[in-house]
Each structure stands twice: as C-alpha cells, then as structure tokens.
C-alpha cells in the first residue's frame, strides 16, 4: 500500500520526535542509538511511546520492547509491526 | 520534654478480603492472593488483566445508615466502615470525648468514583446538569470529614495526600498530633477505591501495570497490580490508654519520612533510606531491634531493586538477617490506602509473631538479595517492624511499630 509509511519514513518520524523530546541533534540519532544513550528519561520514553501511538493510530503491544535499553531501530520495528497488523484489520 | 508515647487501640480494614482486619490477616497469613481477573464494565477496553478488588458479595451500604449513603463516595464508605470496627475494637465513647479526639485520613485520589461517574454523564452522554452531592462526594477531605461526622470527632480532621505514602504520612500526622497535645486520641489510615475507568486507563498508559500478577522482588516481575480499600487506627496517648484499662495492640513508636527532591517517578535510594533511617531514630529503635519489614514492594523494576538498596542503605549488615515481605503481592497496590492497610498486616504480624509472605515470587533477582520470605509465611520473633511506603512524587514516609 503507498500510503503505508516505509521503514526509512518511520525511523525519520520517530527520531524527529526523539529529538525533540529529548532536545538534541537529529544527526546524532542511530538505529543502533538506545533510548539510555540518547538521554531520553524513563518518564520521556512513555511519553514518545504515546505520541507515537497517537502518531500512527497504533496500540503497543502489552509488554512492548523495554524502550530503557532497546533501540531505535527496534522502535521503527515494533512501529512497522503494528502498521501491518493495522492494515490487515 | 518527655515524648508522649502513642499507642494503637483499634483497627478496621475494608480489603479485598472482605470487610475486616481478621480476614484481611488470615489471607495474607496464609499466602493468598486475592489478585483476581478485572472485574469491570470497561474491562474489555483497558490492557489491565487483574485486580484486587472487594469481593463482589460486599454490601457495603448495608453497612452505612441510609441518610449518610447519598453523600458517599466509594472511598468514603471504605474508610466509614473501617473506622466502625476500629472504634468498635478500641472499647472507648469516643463520642463522648470528641472534644479531643481526632482523624486525618490519607486518601491518593478521593472521591474519584463519582468523578468519574459524572465527568461521563457530562462529557460522555452530554447531560445538562451535574448530579447535586457532586462536589461534596468528590472532595478529598470527605473521607476525613465523614470519619469525623460518623463518630463525633472534634479534633483535628484533614486529608492527607502523598499518593502511594498517603496512609503512612496520615498515621505520621496523627502522631504528631498526640505528641504535640492536640488531641489524645486519633483515628487514622488511608483509603483509596481507584477503579475507575479514567484511572484504569491513565495507569495503562504508564506502562508499570503487570499483566500476570504482582511478583515483587522476583526477577522476573512485571509491575504493580491495582487494588483498593480502607483501613483505620485508633492512636491513643498510651497512659490514657492504660488507664482506662484498654487492649494495646502494639506501640507506634515512631514515623520518618523524607522527599528525594529528584525524579516525580524514579525512586532514590538515597531519599528512601533516610525516611527509614529517621523512624529508627523517631521510634529510638536500632537496627537490630527490627524483627521484620513490610515493604513498600510494589512489583516494578524500578522499586524493588531501590528499595532493596534503601532497606541495606538504612540498616546495614543487620539488613540481611530481617524478613522483608511486601503483602502487596496479595493485597494489591490500594495507593493511597495501601500503607494503611500494611499497617494492620504489621501489627497483625507483630501480635502473631508470624510473618506474612511475599507471595507469587518464582525467580530469585540478585538486586533484591534480602529474606523476602517467598511464598510461605513463618513465625518470626518480631519485637519491633517497620512499614515502608514511597510514592510518585519522591515522598517517602516509614512507621515503626513495636510490641505493646
């Protein structure tokens, strides 16, 4: 589906709002980047999860990724995942 | 100037056990969860799988006078009919010296059931008008005011609210309040009844909400567990109490609370062991007097491993030799209530020389190396305990209790 967001768009999505959140470079967020690393807080990161969610029109799993430790990369992933389920009904 | 000491006289509890302090103990004595499957018109709508809540077979307006239950909140009505049994236990007219007597009640939220019932009906259902009582139902002071009301009490009456420490700085007050001569008699505790669906699904959204059970200090616990409930002390200055011949409970020897002036969730070690600390030295206690410790234990990551290093922070080597058990494992998080119903497992533990359990535990965390009793309760030598609560917020408070 094109209206779909590629992985490229939603990794640009989620680090723009990382970004913000947490006031610093957009250059300087990875896919390999932690949260931790990035200095985003606990509070922060449940927050981010949140505006994502409302972002995509998305629920997270119930016991999503432990967003302390795991990567952007694995954000964008559980992000993609959850499009997919979106689009399937 | 000599302390005035303080003693407990009296308690009642509304609880996932029913209504009481015997049934309360005799679950968490043991080593049964009340935890159950979320019983909710909504459940289907919030992630929350479980809860410990009233059994359904509770009735209690049956238990209120029917002129007082329109005015009553749920929260309310916990926290009168815990206040009847603690009254009814203490054997005092309170009635009849309500000049100084008492109450300061710890509630997280308050009246938030009829919020919540009327927010809908404006917002929801586009009603014209509010329902009438709805301010008075609501205000976080009820539950203290109807305490009061209830039993005559003349004293000092406020509500105290520190989230989850909202019980423990509430019997901290009304300790103080007798230390000082404010009153000689105090009726204290905490009451919450936070199930509601705005709240259910405002702690979802937090993320800290375990999907299986509470499993505090087990490797792999998943959060807290919400709960609800009330539960009420009769604090009496204890030369009064002797010379009316009264059954002491226990001492509450002393209180110590403290703020981490850090994070509005994180916990701090830091800020934890000096409440503790500071009710060692409120109650003149020494580490090696305290024979057990409720937790605070909530079931989070983030706590349990805190909390561990507050508890070795506080006590040192002695840390290691003290049963540490959170009966929130059983009882659930009742947030506001939830050191007031603690309270009475401690004071129950303290009279039976047995230690609640830590219950649901399957995996030992090398973070929360203390004896946290998995599972099985056991009779312990208990002269003195302590009773931990932090809350959101940073704010910390700690009771010690001690034999009467």
Known sequence: MS??????????????????????????????STLKDIGVSSLDAIELLFDIEEHYGITFPDQGPNFGSDTVQQLVDVVKDALAAKAQG | M???????????????????????????????????????????????????QLPEDVDLAALMSESMLPLLDRCSQFVVAASNEAVRQCGLD??????????????GIGGVTSHDEQSKRLYGEGAERMHPLTIVRTMANAPAS??????????????????????????AQALAAIRSGAADVMLTGGTEACLTFGLLKAWDAMRVIADDTCRPFSANRRGLVLGEGAAVFVLEEMEHAKARGATILAELA???MSADAGDIVAPSAEG????????????????????YINAHGTGTLANDATETRAIRLALGTHAQGIPVTSTKSMHGHALGAAGALE??????????????????????????????????????????????????GGLNAVLAVGQA
């Open chain 1, 3 to 32: 209206d779909t967001p590629d992985e490229k768009a939603i990794f640009e999505e989620i680090a723009s709002q990382i970004a913000a959140k947490a006031k610093i470079d957009l250059a300087t967020i990875q896919p390999e």
């Open chain 2, 2 to 52: 000599i302390k005035r000491r303080i003693v407990i006289t009296g308690m009642g509890a509304v609880s996932p056990y029913g209504v009481g302090v015997a049934p309360l103990w005799q679950g968490l004595r043991e080593g049964r969860s009340a935890i159950a499957p979320l019983r909710h018109p909504e459940a289907a709508r919030v992630r929350m799988k479980v809860a410990a």
């Open chain 2, 94 to 107: 309170v009635r009849a010296e309500g000049d100084r007597i008492g109450a300061i009640i710890g509630t």
């Open chain 2, 146 to 171: 109807h305490v009061s009301m209830t039993h005559g009490l003349r004293g000092p009456v406020f509500t105290v609210s520190s989230a989850c420490a909202s019980a423990n700085h509430a019997v």
């Open chain 2, 254 to 256: 002393g209180a110590g």
């Open chain 2, 272 to 291: 934890a062991a000096l409440s503790i600390t500071r009710a060692l030295q409120d109650a003149e206690l020494e580490a090696a007097d305290i024979g």
């Open chain 2, 343 to 392: 309270l009475a497992a401690m004071v129950s533990a303290l009279n039976d020389q047995f230690v609640p359990p830590t219950a649901n535990f399957e995996q030992a965390d090398p973070a929360c190396d203390l004896d946290i009793v998995p599972n099985t309760g056991r009779p312990a030598k208990i002269r003195a305990a302590l009773s931990n609560s932090f809350a959101f």
